[in-house]
């Protein structure tokens, strides 16, 4: 059974950084995907980045060129640098990770950009 843990969520203001942390437990498989989602108030849950290797990820449009996901295999971890916040980025962020279909989500942590 894998379980995540997010870390690192906050208040940032417009234009800062912050940077999430998610920690991973059980058995994974470098070759399955790990990523961030996020859900804002009112809004369905949407994808934020994947990675599978450090040459293998995948952006929303939204975040390019802004965020950058990192994955450290032997710690089972997954950041998420985020740059240049703006106020519709707050959210709930989500850590998940997909074996053969099969998601396992974080609980999330909050992050509010706002001054």
């Known amino acids: 059974q894998v379980q995540l843990v997010e870390f690192g969520g906050g208040l940032v203001q417009p234009g800062g950084s912050l940077r999430l942390s998610c920690r991973a437990s059980?058995?994974?498989?470098?070759?399955?995907?790990m990523g961030w989602y996020r859900q804002a108030p009112g809004k369905e849950r949407e994808l934020v980045a994947t990675?599978?290797?450090?040459?293998?990820?995948n952006y929303a449009d939204s975040v390019k060129d802004r965020f950058a996901i990192f994955r450290d295999y032997n710690r089972k971890t997954v950041d998420l640098q985020m740059n240049s916040r703006k106020p519709e980025d707050t959210a709930v962020y989500y850590c998940?990770?997909?074996?053969?279909?099969?998601?396992?989500w974080g609980e999330g942590t909050l992050v509010t950009v706002s001054s």
């Open positions: 998940d990770y997909n074996h053969c279909g099969t998601d396992y």
């Open positions: 990675i599978t290797t450090s040459t293998n990820t």
């Open positions: 059980g058995t994974l498989y470098s070759i399955n995907p």
